[in-house]
């Protein structure tokens, strides 16, 4: 109707000052009130409207699927009044059955690609959408199939993360030079840059398949923008705006603490000792609840462990550190943790503690 057209019209207008913020000014705050306080209507608008199309496709799709085999829906589902005297159908046999009739009644499926292709039959343009996060972690070889079973694919990445390590899976590309003849040691073994199948994740792929990229303009994780400023400039040429500092604070710290690396042992004792210091000097018993969340990072895994050892000797032979350490692991959706950097991408925290490791040997 009118009222919905007009309230269109302006949440139209409110995204445009939004996306030109820098180029366009509002009159004066009732425009920008005005606007802003349509915006719960046409939530409301949307979401009413998109609960009734779910409903009529679910109703629909129930009545087509009964006419068809003569099966009652209730009974595939296992909702019949005595189905616990039956066999109860598994998913799988659930979905082979009708797959319209299951995706009208659940439009969303989140599932990893194993388990798409053990649900789902392999037939391309399966469902309309397929959506793969996290793409810079995700193999060509692993997601192929789930690829092809979407109409359209989004593929959402970031280049510059950190791709997940393949040390072990190389360390198994050895060779015994002594099985080799003289002519098989001159072999190289090279890989075509054209190849598609060469691509070491799935994001490669896409940018190299000559996928449309869209990008992120602004950065909103970090909550003072002098924790984004180094990678912003290093990674993302400075295109990324950040968001204002939600208070006025220093968000960086630096301890050269002259750390000796045990190469031996691959740990640094010393950065491991002033960690524990820290967590320490961070946790306060009397504010209960209201201390910081702590994150420990490590440049490898062996100074993890290490750290771990040293925070359950300290705890067992010190009540009051316990009683800290305590503290941090009850935080009830940001616990404790201690991790190697492979391991801690997308994980948030107060205050993230970065031990390098790596450093100077004894020798010097």
């Known amino acids: ?28 705050n009732s425009q920008y009130d005005e606007i802003t306080g349509n915006l719960g209507k046409i939530k409301e608008f949307q979401l009413n409207i998109i609960l009734e199309y779910w409903q009529q496709q679910q109703v629909r799709s129930a009545l087509r699927f009964e006419e068809r085999t003569g099966i009652n829906i209730n009974a595939l589902y296992n909702k019949s009044r005595n189905s616990r005297f039956q066999k109860r159908n598994s998913l ?5 059955a009708d797959h319209e009739v299951f995706t009208d009644h659940f439009p969303v499926m989140l599932v990893n690609p ?50 997940t390590s393949n040390y072990f899976a190389a360390s198994q590309l050895v060779i ?4 080799m003849s003289e002519d098989e040691e001159e072999i190289e073994i090279t890989t075509d840059p054209g190849n598609l199948a060469d691509s070491e ?33 290093a990674f993302y040429n400075s295109r990324l705006n950040p968001m204002p500092p939600v208070k006025n604070y220093k968000a960086l710290r ?12 691959g740990i640094n004792k010393q950065e491991a000792e ?17 201390n910081p969340s702590i994150g420990v990072a490590t440049f490898n895994i062996l100074q993890r462990n290490y750290i771990l050892d040293m925070i359950n000797y ?7 550190f316990a009683q800290k350490v305590s503290i941090l692991m009850n935080k009830p959706s940001e616990p404790f943790f201690v991790k190697n950097l492979e391991n801690i991408q997308g994980d948030e925290r107060d205050v993230i503690i970065i031990s390098t490791t790596f450093g100077k040997r004894a020798d010097g």
């Open 1 to 28: 109707d009118q009222d919905w057209k007009e309230t269109a019209d302006q949440y139209f207008i409110f995204n445009t000052l939004i996306a030109n913020e820098s180029k366009i000014r509002l009159r004066d």
């Open 92 to 96: 799988r046999k659930i979905i082979a």
């Open 114 to 163: 194993v388990v798409c292709s053990s649900l789902f039959e392999m037939r391309e343009g399966l469902f309309d959408l397929v959506i793969f996060d996290e793409a810079s972690k995700l193999r060509v070889e692993d997601i192929y199939a789930a690829k092809l079973r979407g109409k359209y694919r989004i593929v959402s990445g970031d280049e510059n993360q950190m791709p």
């Open 176 to 179: 015994e030079s002594d099985s």
């Open 201 to 233: 994740s799935l994001l490669e792929f896409a940018i190299r398949r000559g996928y449309n990229e869209a990008f992120l303009d602004i950065h909103y994780r970090s909550k003072h923008p002098d924790l984004i400023d180094f990678s912003n400039a």
């Open 254 to 265: 630096y301890f050269n603490v002259c750390g000796i690396y045990n190469q031996a042992e």
């Open 274 to 290: 002033k960690v524990i210091g820290l967590i320490s000097e961070l946790i306060n018993p009397e504010k209960g609840d209201d």
């Open 314 to 320: 300290a705890a067992n032979s010190d009540s009051s």
